[in-house]
């Protein structure tokens, strides 16, 4: 059988491809791992919103998602900015959205590392927008959305949360529809660490809208501001 050979220029030829190739690829597998943590975060809520909503539909009760932020320091490491959690409230004729008690079997949900919730491109305190309409919904508008739950409770957080206001949350009514029928636009970033804070990491965000109905939608491309 006869051998064959590769000459030198050959050889340099395939090396030359594959670094082409390599140039090419790996930029665009950098941006996927970057973006998967995103991705990731809003597969999740979209999850727990639709959960959120069956539950408050079933049970016949008001229903809210809790997105802490940093109205308690001693919390704001472990839950401010990066996590979720589903309860019953109250609402009364007044509009006051008072905490009732957590879903059993619900615990503080995490977004995945590199991942935060309620900060803008300047790490400004910012979590839910009223969404433009139709084709526009992934931009917000100026007004701000966020509904505050009253005399949240958890004796079993490290450290305790006793009575707190949390300023934002998402309010599913009894009948699935969003509390005074307002669609939500919330953003989701890719963050840094500053030492035990989450910054934001650039101008870019993952748009998910909940719209007044109670139905969500993810758009899988990034908006920058």
């Known amino acids: ?134 084709s526009d919904e992934k931009k917000a508008t100026t007004d701000q959305s966020a509904k505050t739950v009253s005399y949240v409770e958890d004796t079993n957080a490290k450290p305790t949360i006793t009575s707190t206001n949390f300023r934002n949350g998402i309010i599913f009514r009894s009948d699935g529809m969003l509390f005074a029928m307002q669609p939500v636009l919330i953003k989701i970033r890719e963050a840094r660490r500053d030492g035990n804070s989450l910054k934001s990491a650039n101008n870019d965000y993952l748009p998910l809208v909940v719209r007044f109905n109670g139905k969500v939608k993810a758009y899988n491309e990034v908006v920058s501001e």
């Open 1 to 134: 059988m006869k051998r064959t050979n590769f000459t030198i220029i050959e050889l340099l030829l395939v090396v030359a491809i594959a670094g082409i190739l390599l140039a090419v690829a790996v930029p665009s597998f950098s941006r996927l791992l970057k973006g998967s943590g995103p991705t990731r975060t809003a597969r999740e809520l979209i999850g727990k919103i639709n959960a959120a909503r069956a539950y408050a539909v079933s049970n016949k009760t008001d229903v809210a998602i809790i997105f802490p932020q940093n109205e308690l320091l001693s919390v704001t490491d472990q839950l401010g900015y990066r996590s979720y959690r589903v309860c019953e409230v109250y609402v009364d004729s007044a509009g006051t959205i008072t905490f009732k008690r957590w879903i059993s079997g619900e615990n503080w949900n995490y977004f995945p590392s590199g991942v935060l919730v309620g900060k803008d491109k300047d790490n400004n305190n910012e979590l839910f927008f009223k969404p433009g309409d139709d």
